[in-house]
């Protein structure tokens, strides 16, 4: 099993619609829980993080965590076309002085005007 | 603020040479983490610096090898260059226990070989 799953894309979506973009993670011990967006050529830029479980609110967007379940979510409300990007799920290990950040392939999203 | 700054932005190489890359933490920030991302492939953990000391290690053969300096800079060696190593590597760095562990990312260093 891979570390960090994340759906298969691409997703694509009405504009002003809720995109849901799930991950999926294999170690009960991880931590802290990131989304990143990342547009076509560039770097990833952080959204938002989560630590607890529930759920945590950011304008537009919001991050849903279950450790039970092991699975953490974005949702993104108001979906606009510059929100078209791939999205990356990461996820923080902490093992004594060490600490290990491991992402997940990514989903890519489209905005339809 | 400055943030992750990368150098250089582009390389091209030849097959069986060496490329250094350079990266320039976020003021405060002691933390470096390199990343590599190929076409097609997500970002895959190559190396964390803290302090002067390497932390972390990925999956990655020892001709790639970093260091980090005593201004928290870092710099990433990969000798004798295969086709594959071609991607984007992503430095990233993070303030010791800042929230959540959050690590933030300069805009990459293509490499290419040819």
């Known amino acids: 099993q891979k570390e960090v799953e994340q759906n298969s894309g691409p997703l694509s979506v009405p504009e002003g619609a809720i995109a849901s973009l799930n991950c999926t993670y294999s170690?009960?011990?991880?931590?802290?829980f990131f989304w990143y967006r990342q547009y076509s050529g560039k770097s990833p830029e952080l959204i938002m993080f989560?630590?607890?479980?529930g759920d945590k609110e950011d304008g537009r967007f919001t991050a849903q965590l279950n450790k039970a379940s092991q699975y953490v979510s974005l949702l993104i409300r108001d979906s606009q076309p510059s929100d078209s990007a791939t999205y990356l799920c990461?996820?923080?290990?902490?093992?004594?002085?060490?600490?290990?950040?491991?992402f997940g392939k990514g989903i890519t999203l489209s905005v339809r005007p | 603020e400055a943030g992750v700054t990368q150098s250089p932005t582009h390389l091209i190489k030849t097959r069986g040479q060496q490329a250094t890359l350079r990266c320039s933490p976020i003021?405060?920030?002691?933390?470096v983490y390199w990343y590599q991302q190929a076409l097609g492939l997500g970002l895959q953990f190559l190396l964390w610096?803290?302090?002067?000391?390497?932390?972390n290690r990925g999956n990655f053969p020892p001709r790639f090898s970093g260091r980090q300096f005593p201004n928290y800079s870092s710099e990433l060696n990969v000798n004798a260059l295969e086709l594959e190593d071609s991607a984007l590597y992503l430095c990233?760095?993070?303030?010791?226990?800042?929230?959540?562990?959050?690590?933030?990312f300069g805009e990459g260093s293509w490499l290419t070989v040819v």
């Open positions: 610096y803290d302090e002067g000391e390497e932390r």
């Open positions: 003021s405060g920030h002691t933390s």
């Open positions: 170690d009960r011990g991880s931590q802290s």
């Open positions: 990461a996820v923080n290990l902490y093992t004594g002085a060490n600490s290990k950040l491991t």
């Open positions: 989560i630590y607890s479980n």
């Open positions: 990233a760095s993070r303030r010791q226990y800042s929230p959540g562990n959050t690590i933030y």
